[in-house]
């Protein structure tokens, strides 16, 4: 079956520290992934996605390359804010039919301190 | 993008009574919504698929009887926890397809004491 592992946290950096929080994949075919941030009280949302090998996605400077070789599609940002501070789950999507349903990773608490 | 609206954000109840959760697409049609369960820091578990129309097809280890799901229209369907216990507390989510892309409602939190 499908199944994402996601780097454990908590993660705290500084301000203006690199990011990566790494997630990599087990799936059938040729799954889509995604990236979805989720702050405090709050309900996800997408943040970058990509739906073949090598596409890269790219939000509010995140990136995640989507890596069919190393079944990964980990998260990486330059330079973070106190604002990024959130949990973010790496998800994929894979199967046949319209209702696919998404599958995540546990989640990673990042915190970023000014 | 797409709305989802869950009602309400958060709500308390006592143990042995029933609680609904709404989730509508406001801006769009949805044949096919999502409820998941989210522990203290774990991730999102599935707990059911949500059909207009038809039965919900729940996830192994869901209690149909417990977590009764209606998809009565294409912009809204419920999540009713009934007899809720304290084990129940949790962070509920629903999401719903627009297209390739899936979004998710803002989660609701049951406390049940």
């Known amino acids: 079956g499908n199944s994402v592992t996601q780097m454990e946290g908590p993660v705290t950096l500084s301000e203006e520290a690199f990011l990566t929080i790494n997630c990599t994949y087990t799936a059938t075919g040729y799954p889509s992934l995604f990236w979805y941030v989720q702050y405090p009280g709050e309900g996800l949302q997408l943040l970058l996605k990509?739906?073949?090998?090598?596409d890269k996605g790219s939000n509010k400077g995140f990136e995640a390359t989507y890596r069919k070789e190393t079944t990964s599609f980990h998260l990486e940002k330059g330079s973070v804010q106190v604002s990024d501070s959130a949990v973010y789950f790496c998800a994929l999507r894979s199967g046949p039919g319209s209702a696919r349903q998404l599958t995540f990773g546990s989640g990673t608490q990042l915190t970023v301190l000014p | 993008g797409a709305v989802v609206s869950q009602h309400p954000s958060w709500v308390i109840c006592k143990s042995g009574t029933s609680v609904k959760i709404e989730c509508r697409s406001l801006?769009?049609?949805?044949?096919?919504m999502f409820w998941y369960r989210q522990f203290p820091k774990q991730s999102l578990m599935l707990m059911a698929t949500s059909n207009e129309g038809s039965k919900a097809t729940y996830e192994q280890g869901v209690e149909k009887d417990k977590f009764l799901i209606n998809h009565a229209s294409l912009t809204l369907s419920t999540l009713t926890v009934t007899s809720a216990h304290p084990e129940d507390s949790s962070f509920y989510i629903c999401s719903a397809r627009a297209g390739t892309e899936a979004f998710f409602g803002q989660g609701t939190r049951l406390t049940v004491v």
């Open positions: 801006d769009f049609q949805a044949t096919t």
């Open positions: 990509a739906t073949k090998a090598d």
